[in-house]
């Protein structure tokens, strides 16, 4: 018995997960992508994970030891979630938005969610795609937000306000 | 410059995510955990990640080429999202809910979002967590549900109905 791809991308198009735009390189010369592939490893020391197609055109970018900002959008950054999916080149991107830098020089977008600099730490090869541990350096927490949210092959909009446990 | 625990944890607040429950085992002897740290990783082969704590005590059943089953949950099932986080023992968590098996036998919740039957194909040690690599075996789609989401240290629900463009 086995999976079809069809069959698989149905099925993970039931588990919902944040989305964010990933950055490496620096202001100058900076390269991103959009991702929902995203995880919280550990917090001791504070380690979150990134998959990329190996095949992707940024792929060459990541590499140990470099610099890889995790942007976490809020649901007013559906649009640039696009951008950085679509056949745009790097400047296309990068100039749609406004950044920064923390510490590593990898570029931090103004106003997500939250904004993880880090530090690439191991690269693991599973099949086609590469999963990318990165070591966070800082972190900067963008203003009040909803999260965006891809479920379901649409966006949806999570609210920001707290539920009343804290 | 380094990032404190607490402000990597405030941060991964504002990383929204699905909620699952995690299986292995049997149906006599099963174990499992929820998670919020799981992601797709390849669709050829179809394979999936999940990231657990390595002093769990469910750790020692996750071993390499083991069944896991990992069962997306929908908003229905916030209360058993509690239970299979909480200080019950494999027995009451179980108990709880009904279960069958697909292709694995890791135990496979019915009525979840959607479930992905996997083998243990690779683990791989990052600090304190164990992240642990599935092969997809077979898929159960569920009954059409809303998806819980946990965002900002809240559960939430995101609607099944699609937006317009499916």
């Known amino acids: ?11 993970m198009s039931r588990l919902g997960s944040a989305v964010n735009v990933i950055t490496t390189g620096n202001i100058t010369t900076p390269h991103g992508f959009t991702a929902s592939a995203v995880c919280s490893v550990t917090d001791t020391p504070p380690t979150l994970l990134v998959c990329l197609n190996s095949s ?3 792929r060459p970018a990541f590499i140990d030891g470099a610099g890889m900002c995790v942007n976490v959008l809020t649901s007013d950054q559906k649009e640039l979630s696009g951008i950085f999916a679509g056949p745009y080149d790097m400047s296309q991107r990068f100039d749609s938005a406004d950044w920064s830098v923390l510490e590593t020089g990898a570029p931090v977008l103004t106003n997500a969610l939250a904004s993880f600099d880090c530090q690439i730490d191991r690269i693991v090869e599973v099949g086609t795609h590469s999963v990318i541990f990165g ?3 800082a972190i900067r927490l963008g203003t009040s937000g909803g999260g965006l949210m891809y479920f379901n092959r649409n966006y949806h909009d999570l609210p920001h306000s707290h539920g009343g446990d804290s």
């Not at 018995?1 to 099925?11: D, G, K, L, P």
């Open 56 to 58: 992707a055109r940024v």
């Open 135 to 137: 070591l966070v350096k």
């Open 1 to 11: 018995m086995s999976v079809s791809t069809q069959e698989f991308r149905e099925a």
